[in-house]
């Protein structure tokens, strides 16, 4: 969605644009050896081919890691290797147009992602501005395809159910292999790519979105809010509405 001139100053004017502190750091509370952020371009590229492919779920998968900085067992729901059940990224605390919410598994921290905000348009009117429309475009088409019984939102287009670790590996290097992305993209990469394209548009708290418990690699105590969570979101959507006319 096109900003209008108002709506983009507005956003501008929410957060100044500074250094990006999350740039190059590793994220050492999850990070395995090799990862490394996902750029935009990539995360586009794996989600057009995984649609292309079949696996609608794993497109989604990708967009609540990398849009709303998931950890890849709440986005999967994985089970731990002692049999305890994640349950999941669930589709009642959805609501279009509105925010998403969760509670993380591994931190127990409540999460909740404003989806829009409503500033004024060049007309004078209230304009609302989607913050994260690839995210709600990834929704949108996994809600049509599965069944109304369906509590979480990530399940696999062959059974119905939520996905191994096993198979949402195979799944992941094929979508890789054929989309010419590199076998080592991981869904860590995905969540690190949207902590740092937050880190890029200004933000240096990531906690309202990304549920930590503390900053310590920037040594940053910020509470974590919900309007923190969407001056996050319109700082984000600035950022990249402000790449896309660069590319033009």
Known sequence: MA?????????????????????????????????????????NLYRETARKMGFQSMATAAALCFECCQRVWDAFGFEDPDGKEHRGIEWAGYRPGEEISLVQSK???????????????????????????????????SRAMVGAAATVIVIEERNGKKYTERRMSTINR???????????????????????????????????????????????????????ARRIGAARREHITALGALDR
């Open 174 to 228: 094929k979508i890789c292999e054929e989309a010419g992305l590199p076998k080592t993209m991981t869904f860590t990469g995905f969540r690190h790519g949207g902590i740092t394209e937050i880190g890029d548009a200004g933000e240096d708290d990531v906690r309202a979105v990304s549920g930590h418990k503390t900053l310590a690699i920037t040594r940053i105590y910020n509470k974590a809010s919900a309007e923190k």
């Open 3 to 43: 900003l209008s001139t108002e709506a983009s100053a507005l956003i501008r004017g929410l957060t100044g644009v500074k250094e990006n502190p999350f740039k190059g750091m590793g994220l050492s509370s999850t990070a395995a050896k090799g990862n490394r952020e996902t750029s935009r371009a990539e995360y």
């Open 107 to 141: 931190t127990g921290n409540p999460v909740t992602l404003p989806l829009s905000i409503v500033v004024t348009g060049e007309d004078g009117k209230p304009e609302t501005v989607l913050l994260y429309p690839e995210l709600e475009e990834e929704l949108s088409r």
